[in-house]
């Protein structure tokens, strides 16, 4: 059984920075992508960036420029970083595994950009 675990989120100001990880536990084997969404309240989940297991990352529009997906394979962890945060930033995010065998979800971390 795989388990994903997000960290990193909290409060920031608008302009600054965070960096979410993902970390994987358990039986990591075939890992094909790892993805970032989040959730606003009353939202749907939405699509943030992916990175492939050659290490090839695609983008939202929405944070484009803004935001960087990274993996590290020796640590089983997938990273967002987050810059120029904005407040309409502020939501739930979500990372995502998949495996040849199955679809992992983490069980999310709040961001909140305010003053």
């Known amino acids: 059984q795989v388990q994903l675990v997000e960290s990193g989120g909290g409060l920031v100001q608008p302009g600054g920075s965070l960096r979410l990880s993902c970390a994987a536990s358990?039986?990591?084997?075939?890992?094909?992508?790892g993805y970032w969404y989040r959730q606003r309240p009353g939202e749907e989940r939405k699509f943030l960036a992916k990175i492939t297991s050659s290490g090839r990352a695609t983008y939202a529009d929405s944070v484009k420029g803004r935001f960087t997906i990274s993996r590290d394979s020796a640590r089983n962890t997938v990273y967002l970083q987050m810059n120029s945060l904005k407040p309409e930033d502020t939501a739930v995010y979500y990372c995502?595994?998949?495996?040849?065998?199955?679809?992992?979800w983490g069980q999310g971390t709040l961001v909140t950009v305010s003053e």
């Open positions: 358990g039986s990591i084997s075939n890992f094909v992508a």
């Open positions: 995502r595994a998949d495996l040849f065998s199955a679809v992992y």
